[in-house]
């Protein structure tokens, strides 16, 4: 397949915002691509590269070679540029990606290399998020699309069973856990009180304390344990105390669900930047494991489980000291204590769980409900303005974006500077300038890329944010580097605060 068909697509798909067309255009290029072509394609209609890493950049790109004036690219050859380009290291590795940039980029026509940049730096803005891309692939492959999803959350990706789609329904369906596999978590609504969490669940209820920690996911298969996080990166060897645990539960094979969390010595949670250190180095404070969920143990898959079950296993096999202080109770009034609990020994709030709800991987439905006595929102930075005064050189009031389900793109709410502490501020001003797209006389635009958690007061209605909606009293709680873009919270959410 040339890469010409899948740009005019991707400009196709962003040209309207009818979710059936868009779901249309997209399921007509997958039926067209070729089994060696299928995960490359996949990967570029939704607007991603395979590469995790390639060494590009907005400024490594901003100089391009004269376009082409015919097409000529083929999607393998395009895929197995950026494959080489991701390899290189060492000295001499920054002219080779120049070189071999210029290579690539100098057989691209203009709308080709317009589209390639953006895919690059991951700023093509089409509309095409993953659900559109699973739905398109249900409709290219005549199967029916529940089971690709649960296919695609166990197997970590959409890309990773695109060609088995294409085998049938029954292919799909054997897909399962396995174990060492890391698969998409399972998510939670949110509710503004835990008497409105317990209607949201149905009572009886799990009620765990929230811990302000990293979500990770532990296998282990004999001597062999995997740690990853909730975007399936795999840091087991940043998390040496978390592999101890594992190696000590009286299990030879299981997946267990939990959080790595750092605690000073009276037992109260440290900043979370402390425990988010950790999963870009293995140095820094050390972390404690606690788990609340287990999806396979010894043979036994509990997916399919309720969680009253999946907790009889859980605690059979992993001691109360290395456990989410937990909850089962069908009185409100109790739930409400027991939240009251967890906010003074410092965490964030509980999650409410419905005790007959299964494991539902990568989906954020009613059997799980966080409930936090502070409105927080995951939002990503759009821009960020350059302070004055004591912040004269620094980057400091951010412009904040919501994820909009529909488009794809970002829908700006408001600024915040309130907040950011010095060691903040220097922080995100290297960053953010390693995010630059391009700038005027007094903010600097940014990739989409940063999430950060913005608590606030309240949404109120505004003529000045094209979404028609603004945050009161925004401020920035933490930056969250383990959560992308793709995981912020959208304009519905927001929505359904500013009719509440």
């Not at 050390?286 to 309720?306: I, Q």
């Not at 960020?384 to 974006?401: D, F, Y």
Request: net charge negative.
């Amino acid at each position: 397949m040339q890469l010409t068909e899948v740009v005019v697509t991707s400009a196709t798909v962003g040209a309207t915002r009818s979710r059936k067309a868009k779901v249309a255009a997209l399921a007509d290029r997958l039926t067209e691509a070729r089994p060696d072509e299928l995960e490359i394609v996949t990967c570029y209609l939704a607007g991603s590269l395979r590469q995790r890493r390639t060494g590009l950049g907005w400024r490594s790109l901003a100089a391009l070679p004269p376009p082409a004036t015919e097409s000529s690219l083929e999607v393998v050859e395009v895929d197995a540029a950026f494959e080489r380009m991701s390899l290189l290291t060492g000295p001499g590795s920054a002219a080779a990606r120049a070189a071999a940039t210029a290579a690539l980029f100098g057989r691209a026509t203009e709308a080709e290399q317009h589209w390639l940049r953006g895919v690059a730096v991951g700023e093509v803005r089409q509309g095409a998020l993953d659900a559109l891309v699973q739905e398109a692939l249900a409709a290219a492959a005549a199967v029916p699309l529940p089971v690709l999803r649960r296919a695609a959350m166990l197997a970590g990706s959409t890309v990773a069973i695109s060609r088995l789609a294409f085998e049938g329904a029954e292919a799909l369906a054997a897909v399962g856990l396995e174990v060492g596999r890391p698969v998409l978590p399972m998510l939670a609504a949110s509710a503004p009180t835990v008497a409105a969490a317990v209607v949201k669940a149905g009572s009886p209820v799990a009620v765990d304390t929230k811990l302000d920690g990293i979500r990770v996911q532990v296998h282990r298969d004999g001597d062999s344990v995997v740690v990853a996080t909730r975007t399936l990166d795999d840091i087991t060897h940043r998390l040496p105390e978390v592999v101890e645990v594992a190696r000590g539960l009286p299990a030879r094979r299981f997946v267990l669900d939990g959080e790595a969390i750092s605690l000073g010595e009276d037992g109260r949670p440290r900043p979370f930047q402390e425990t988010a250190s950790r999963t870009a180095s293995q140095s820094g404070t050390a972390v404690s494991a606690y788990f609340f969920d287990l999806l396979h143990v010894d043979g036994r898959d509990l997916l399919d489980a309720p969680l009253d079950q999946r907790l009889a296993a859980l605690d059979a096999l992993v001691p109360a000291a290395h456990r989410v202080r937990r909850l089962v109770t069908d009185e409100v009034e109790e739930a409400e204590a027991f939240a009251r609990e967890a906010l003074a020994a410092g965490h964030e709030g509980v999650v409410v769980k419905s005790l007959a709800a299964p494991w539902e991987a990568g989906r954020r439905g009613s059997g799980w409900v966080k409930v936090k006595p502070v409105h927080t929102l995951d939002l990503v930075v759009l821009a960020v303005e350059w302070g004055s005064g004591r912040r004269r050189g620094l980057l400091s009031n951010i412009h904040l974006g919501a994820r909009d389900p529909a488009t794809g793109d970002f829908v700006m709410l408001g600024k915040t500077f309130k907040g950011m502490t010095d060691e903040m501020l220097a922080w995100q001003t290297e960053r953010f300038l390693a995010l630059e797209t391009h700038r005027d006389d007094w903010t600097v635009y940014l990739r989409p890329e940063q999430v950060v958690e913005i608590a606030f007061d309240g949404v109120q209605r505004s003529t000045r944010y094209p979404g028609g909606m603004a945050l009161r009293f925004a401020r920035v709680v933490r930056y969250r580097d383990d959560k992308t873009a793709a995981e912020a919270d959208t304009v519905d959410t927001l929505a359904a605060m500013k009719g509440a």
